[in-house]
């Protein structure tokens, strides 16, 4: 594959100029067979066998390859990637009550952020992915899982410091001509990178916007998130007040609940606060074990009387059902290498 052209990442203009196509109606062939995850050229039957092989001589489907798939009995999927320089990813596919199928996609092999409660930020950063590897992310779990409904940019790294492989990728899978992703159906999460929240309401792409907040202490979310130094919270909270007034959509603020840290009446007063004034809705995301960290999961009459705190405040909240755990594939698990110590 080394030296082909990854066509994944191209949308059909783009395909004719890499292949030096003349015809634009094969460009936009091509790229509709790939939206529908063909594994190769052959499969593209409405294509001469001079342009197959073409393809096949210059140009390669996927430039990834998966290297294991873990299952959960709760139906979650976890995908280990083996990226073509031997970087490794993971992405998950996750199913809801109401069996709505989400892919959760990474958009860099690691991540530089080294939030103290994630497995990701413990790995450390390698490179940021490109629009043609995320966009296999999505394929390789749709040929797993069949048609999935929702895109959501919370997987390994930090989706605001790739923001132009992200954007070029969404722009791909929203394409008419392809696989036609409704831009509703995408969230983009971030630890709360400040420039990036800015450019994204003024440049787009449309999409929902989640910011991983945990807590609106200063000091203990600088402790727990190091991106707090460089993105301090009340200048974070004038980038989501921006982005929603820009943009006219409600924000998610994510709380990753840490036993005894963050899920008292102080905390819950503060994340109302900041909250306040605001179109936001809070994500509670009950802390999933990573083993070695020194994290507990608080107990659910815990992360009930946090909701209840907050829902007394007026703020809308909801709960994240736990999903994955078992192969190390919920929020803050991405990372492991295989599914020992993960029946958590």
């Known amino acids: ?9 191209l949308e059909p203009a783009e395909i004719c100029t890499a292949l030096q196509l003349t015809q634009a ?3 936009k062939q091509i790229f509709q067979w790939i939206s529908k995850g ?7 039957t409405n294509l001469s ?3 197959r092989a073409l393809l096949e001589e210059k140009a390669c489907l996927r430039s990834s390859s998966v290297s294991q798939v873990l299952r959960d009995p ?10 073509s320089d031997g970087c490794a990813i993971e992405t998950v596919l996750l199913t809801d009550r109401e069996g709505r199928k989400t892919a959760c996609v990474s958009c860099q092999a690691g991540c530089a952020m080294g939030c103290l409660f994630c497995q990701t930020g413990q790995l450390g950063f390698r490179r940021n992915l490109t629009a043609g590897e995320i966009v296999e992310e999505f394929l390789f779990l749709e040929k797993e899982a069949g048609t999935l409904d929702n895109i959501v940019f919370m997987g390994m790294g930090e989706p605001m410091l790739n923001l132009p492989e992200i954007r070029k990728a969404v722009q791909i899978l929203t394409n008419k001509d392809g696989r036609g992703l409704s831009a509703r159906r995408i969230t983009l999460s971030t630890s709360g990178i400040i420039p990036g929240i800015y450019e994204l309401a003024d440049k787009g792409p449309q999409m929902r916007l989640a910011v991983s907040l945990t807590t609106a202490d200063e000091a203990l979310r600088e402790h727990l998130m190091p991106v707090t130094k460089g993105n301090p919270l009340p200048a974070l909270k ?3 007040r921006y982005y929603i007034e820009k943009t006219g959509k409600r924000v ?7 036993a005894g840290e963050n899920t008292g009446r102080e905390s819950a007063e503060r994340l109302a606060a900041f909250a306040a004034g605001m179109d936001v809705y809070i994500n509670l995301i009950p802390w999933n074990p990573v083993p070695g960290l020194p994290f507990k999961s608080p107990s659910p009459d815990e992360t009930a009387g946090f909701a209840s705190l907050l829902e007394q405040k007026g703020l809308n909240v909801s709960l994240r059902t736990r999903r994955g755990t078992k192969i190390g594939g919920a929020c803050g698990q991405l990372g492991k290498t295989s599914v020992e110590n993960s029946s958590i």
């Open 252 to 258: 998610t603020l994510e709380a990753a609940l840490l």
């Open 25 to 27: 109606f094969r460009g």
């Open 74 to 83: 709760d139906g979650t999927i976890k995908l280990q990637i083996t990226l």
């Open 238 to 240: 004038e980038a989501i």
């Open 1 to 9: 594959m080394q030296g082909k052209i990854a066509l994944a990442g």
């Open 49 to 51: 066998k001079e342009t």
């Open 38 to 44: 063909v594994l190769s050229f052959d499969e593209m």
